[in-house]
């Protein structure tokens, strides 16, 4: 059987509205006989035939599946800093709890304790990483687990704290 013919029998197969997110990572594990580059090749060939679209470098979702579209930047936002604190937080966290008016469309900001950087994930959206030095173990009770998203989220006086410390602050008027 064809190496394209495999992966789309496994993406019928593993595929549904929770799990139809993908890493270059969990399809090397279907062909850990094939080296990255044969495995780029694959995916490209993919998401030609339309089985795939990429969201972002190294990520992808299987297109014949439905999925809550407005949970997809939240889900790989988990999946991206999985080896890193992070919780949402900022405007996403502000706006939801009708705090600030504006309405982050199309973009998840969150804390992490990797790296700072924004991830354009195309007609997705976009997702915001904001370093943090803070630990787990001291903004604990400021912390829920959010199912929906499958990410922690602060509450909203740890959110602007973030955003007073990052500076952003200065763009809303009433802080």
């Not at 939801?96 to 992490?112: A, F, N, Y």
Request: hydrophobic share 40%; glycine share 6%.
């Amino acid at each position: 059987m064809q190496s394209i013919q495999v992966l789309k029998t496994n993406l019928e197969n593993l595929a549904n509205s929770q799990h139809y997110l993908f890493s270059v990572s969990d399809f090397s594990a279907l062909f850990p006989q094939k080296s990255l580059t044969a495995l780029m090749v694959l995916l490209g060939r993919a998401v030609k035939n339309g089985s795939l679209e990429r969201v972002c470098r190294g990520f992808y979702v299987y297109c014949k599946t439905t999925y809550p579209q407005d949970m997809l930047l939240f889900r790989l936002a988990a999946r991206m800093r999985a080896d890193y604190f992070c919780y949402l937080s900022l405007e996403s966290v502000l706006s939801e709890d009708g705090i600030i008016s504006q309405v982050p469309l199309g973009c998840v900001t969150l804390m992490t304790t990797g790296r700072s950087g924004i991830i354009n994930c195309g007609r997705f959206g976009r997702i915001e990483f904001t370093h943090t030095k803070k630990s787990p173990e001291d903004i604990a009770g400021f912390l829920t687990y959010d199912f929906r998203y499958g990410l922690w989220r602060a509450s909203a006086q740890l959110a602007l704290q973030d955003l007073h410390s990052t500076g952003r602050d200065k763009m809303y008027e009433f802080i």
